[in-house]
């Protein structure tokens, strides 16, 4: 383990050669403890979570590995050492509209009309966006629920979200709050129990309930409302220097959509069949891929 740990550090520092300073990196460990100086002995002066984005300023190769000393932009922006190997490179930065459009593959279109359509227990169903996107084609989603399932889903206007959902030491969005700025933000007009609305963001999200580092998503059936984040829905997050895949992501999202829409707006229960959109789990994004894209 020692000789593995040892060539990944060096595997690190040879990808750093030729490379100046400010590079970024994400951070691996859901804790990464921030060192005063390039040793695990030495005093320990914050800490940084899974996902952080980072900016390192210079590496130093050791008989113990190699170290990087790295900051977070911002106010609150930390700084320390770290050991090189609990961090990968982070994603390029991000396609420009034009480039994201050129870059998919396939359009998110079902091949087949869904094989069974539950009686819905809702009227109309909304797609709510919170805060801006850099990714996500509403529209695309939209026409998706049109050919699969002969759904006419709106989209509402977006709904900026605020300094009172986020939660600064962790980096991420509260799922709670998120949903209760949706409910206080949608227009009164739309906003009953007769509709369902599902929350859409690009931001990472957590549970303050659930003792989880990340969530997909969080419903609340009795209001007929659901937040998803489709932060965590492409491979950037867990590979190595993996940049986003755009149809991916958009399928991703299609799964954990629909199974809102089956909780949400038909009233569905939880499904035995492991190939339903709403099994009993849906934690990550393994989990999504496995699933078909049926209730």
């Known amino acids: 383990m020692r000789l593995v740990s040892i060539l990944l ?20 460990p859901d804790t990464l403890p921030l060192h005063e100086e390039m040793s ?31 900051f977070q932009a911002g106010p609150a922006g930390k700084s320390g050492k770290v050991p090189c190997a609990s961090l990968r490179w982070a994603p390029v930065a991000p396609l420009a ?40 084609d509403l529209p695309t989603l939209v026409e998706y629920y049109r050919q699969k399932f002969s759904l006419e889903v709106r989209i509402l206007p977006a709904i900026p979200l605020d300094s009172a959902s986020y939660d600064p030491i962790r980096k991420q969005y509260i799922a709670e709050r998120l949903m209760e700025l ?6 009164p007009a ?25 969530a997909l998503g969080f419903r609340f059936g009795g209001l007929g ?17 993996t940049p986003l895949d755009f149809n991916l992501l958009h399928r991703n999202l299609a799964k954990m959509t629909s199974r809102y829409v089956g909780f949400l707006y038909y009233g569905l229960g939880i499904s035995d069949d492991q190939r339903s959109v709403v099994r009993e789990d849906m934690y990550s994004i393994e989990a999504l891929q496995a699933v078909g894209e049926e209730f």
């Open 40 to 70: 695990a002995d030495s005093r320990v002066v914050g800490e940084l979570h899974r996902g952080d984005l980072v900016t390192i300023r210079s590496t130093i190769a050791q008989s113990g590995g190699t170290w990087c000393s790295v």
């Open 225 to 241: 409302k659901g937040v998803i984040s489709s932060a965590r829905m492409d491979l950037r997050h867990f590979a190595y220097n």
């Open 97 to 136: 509209p034009s480039t994201r459009s050129a870059s998919r593959t396939a359009p998110l279109l079902p091949t087949t009309r869904a094989a069974h359509i539950p009686q819905p227990i809702r009227g109309t169903i909304y797609l709510v966006p919170l805060g801006t996107f850099r990714y996500i």
């Open 190 to 214: 739309v906003n009953n129990l007769s509709a369902a609305f599902i929350g859409i963001t690009e931001e990472d999200i957590y549970l303050t309930t659930e003792d989880w580092a990340w």
């Open 9 to 28: 550090a060096l595997q690190f520092a040879v990808s750093m050669l030729g490379q100046s300073t400010g590079n970024k990196a994400i951070v691996v």
């Open 182 to 187: 949706m409910n206080r933000s949608v227009p």
